[in-house]
């Protein structure tokens, strides 16, 4: 059971265009959620996060939106850079009880940005 | 962010030995840690969490004899694949709970494991 979904696999967009990459959860516990970017052969690199009582984080390019009615976040990346294409990955955590600060992980979407 | 090492970056060993992977929490002190591994083209999974001075908390399916976890101080937890066989060819890598930032957890580089 996918409790954390990344529906497309790959996502192709032109430089200087804006990025928009999705991510639905079906665990009405998650408070925190997170966006990874990871290259192949390398660890995943954080890039932002949001917590449930908020709509909105704002770093830089990146841009998280939480819509907790839908249990969507998109992660915008605008303008997109060539050096941005990498596989982009959705988590999700939860306080509950025996969590243990767990990360729930997406499948991933592989960006690519053309030059 | 925290700041991650992990040795070696890669390692070729035969089938029946076992090989330690380190992981190094270089800028703070780590009471958790996690070690995931992810085949070619798949997500992350996790295998366990490793606690400081506790056992390690392993996930459903991953064999705990097996994968062997020491976190023996606060900057240091250490895998080692036992009795390794071609299966467990893939690329290991550890993360580490700052507590500072909610759960974001940050990631070493990643160690890449092959069993002849």
């Known amino acids: 059971d996918q409790q954390v979904k990344q529906n497309s696999p790959s996502l192709s967009v032109q430089e200087g265009r804006i990025s928009i990459l999705n991510c639905d959860y079906t665990n009405s516990m998650f408070d925190y959620f997170l966006w990874y970017k990871k290259y192949p052969a390398e660890g995943p690199t954080f890039l932002i996060s949001i917590s449930s009582i908020k709509d909105k984080n704002e770093d830089g390019r990146f841009t998280v939106f939480l819509n907790k009615s839908a249990k969507h976040l998109s992660l915008h990346i605008v303008p997109s850079q060539p050096g941005d294409s990498a596989v982009y990955f959705c988590?999700?955590?939860?306080?509950?009880?025996?969590?243990?600060?767990?990360?729930?992980w997406g499948l991933g979407t592989s960006l690519a940005v053309n030059p | 962010g925290a700041v991650v090492s992990q040795h070696p970056s890669w390692v070729i060993c035969k089938s029946g030995t076992s090989v330690k992977i380190e992981c190094r929490s270089l800028?703070?002190?780590?009471?958790?840690m996690f070690w995931y591994r992810q085949f070619p083209k798949q997500s992350l999974m996790l295998m366990a969490t490793s606690n400081e001075g506790s056992k390690a908390t392993y996930e459903q399916g991953v064999e705990k004899d097996k994968f062997l976890i020491n976190h023996a101080s606060l900057t240091l937890s250490t895998l080692t694949v036992t009795s390794a066989h071609p299966e467990d060819s893939s690329f290991y890598i550890c993360?580490?709970?700052?507590?500072?930032?909610?759960?974001?957890?940050?990631f070493g580089p990643g160690t890449r494991l092959t069993v002849l």
């Open positions: 993360s580490v709970f700052s507590g500072r930032e909610a759960d974001t957890q940050y």
């Open positions: 988590a999700a955590s939860g306080s509950w009880a025996g969590n243990n600060r767990k990360l729930i």
């Open positions: 800028d703070f002190q780590a009471t958790t």
